[in-house]
């Protein structure tokens, strides 16, 4: 499954819900994809999200 944020005011807490219950969660500036975010590990392993810019 996937989660599309459109509306950067979501918390990251709400990012790191939806990456815990397995889902990949893909963010949109302008209507453009700018980041994919994918669990690499079992999802209810995850304590943790770090997100920085790259561009």
Do not use: C, F
């Amino acid at each position: 499954m996937q989660t599309s944020i459109r509306n950067l005011r979501i918390s990251m807490r709400q990012i790191l819900e939806a990456v815990r219950h397995g889902e990949e969660v893909v963010i949109y500036s302008r209507n453009q994809p700018i980041a994919k975010i994918i669990p690499l590990s079992e999802p209810h392993e995850i304590e943790e999200l770090w997100v920085w810019d790259v561009g």
